[in-house]
């Protein structure tokens, strides 16, 4: 329930301590967040390893020789699959770095792992020919 302008002092203005707790949650999540956003995600697959940051973007793709067999389709599966390794290994990062943070089983800490698992449940597909 989001509390409206006039409810935030229903129950009388916040105490010294309420407001110290509140000022200090802040603080670890501005502190949270900065932590995060320096995380990088890595992954590899059959010759193909894939680094990603936080904010979603591919930093650093390298194929080797040995990933090109087989043809186009199936390096691209390789590149496809160790990009989602890397964003996996990022979405523990960031799990683990919240439950350290906020507490396991918190509200916050819960509220982390529902958004990790939501932005990073998938793996992009290979389209055919027909498909682009």
Request: proline share 2%.
């Amino acid at each position: 329930m989001n509390a409206q302008p006039d409810d935030l002092y229903a129950n009388g203005a916040p105490t010294d301590f309420e407001l110290d707790r509140l000022v200090s949650r802040a603080r670890d999540a501005f502190r949270w967040r900065a932590q995060v956003d320096e995380f990088v995600g890595f992954g590899a697959l059959e010759g193909v390893t894939a680094r990603v940051r936080t904010q979603g973007g591919l930093i650093d793709l390298k194929v080797d020789d040995e990933a090109c067999a087989n043809g186009g389709e199936a390096v691209a599966g390789r590149i496809l699959s160790a990009i989602a390794a890397a964003q996996q290994h990022l979405s523990e990062q960031i799990r683990e770095s919240g439950r350290q943070t906020f507490g396991e089983g918190s509200d916050w800490s819960q509220t982390i792992e529902e958004a990790a698992s939501a932005r990073f449940s998938g793996r992009g597909s290979v389209l055919g020919a027909d498909d682009s």
